[in-house]
Nanobody, 120 residues
Framework: QVQLVEFGGGLVQPGGSLRLSCAASGSILSINAMGWYRQAPGKERELVARTTSGGGTNYADSVKGRFTISRDNAKNTVYLQMHSLKPEDKAVYYC??????????????WGQGTQVTVSS
């Protein structure tokens, strides 16, 4: 079994910063890509940032220059450093692990989500 556990959500004022982390645990042989998605009330889940095992990254246009994704492959952990947060960044943030290779196959996994609220 593979689990993704997220940490770091919370309430922050506009212009503030938060750091999310997500650790994957279990019988993991390798993980192709890890990323962060978010879902605001009444909206579809959207990609925020993604990083591959080779270090490539891509970001949603709305967060470029403000958010930075990083990954510790040895720890199967991905981080999202968020700066200059705006009220429109408020959402539930979900960690995703793509093509997780295990002894029984390759699958995608999701974390349980962590709430980020940006409000004064």
């Amino acid at each position: 079994q593979v689990q993704l556990v997220e940490f770091g959500g919370g309430l922050v004022q506009p212009g503030g910063s938060l750091r999310l982390s997500c650790a994957a645990s279990g019988s993991i042989l390798s993980i192709n890509a890890m990323g962060w998605y978010r879902q605001a009330p009444g909206k579809e889940r959207e990609l925020v940032a993604r990083t591959t095992s080779g270090g490539g990254t891509n970001y949603a246009d709305s967060v470029k220059g403000r958010f930075t994704i990083s990954r510790d492959n040895a720890k199967n952990t991905v981080y999202l450093q968020m700066h200059s947060l705006k009220p429109e960044d408020k959402a539930v943030y979900y960690c995703n692990a793509e093509h997780v290779r295990t002894d029984w196959g390759s699958y995608d996994f999701w974390g349980q989500g962590t709430q980020v609220t940006v409000s004064s």
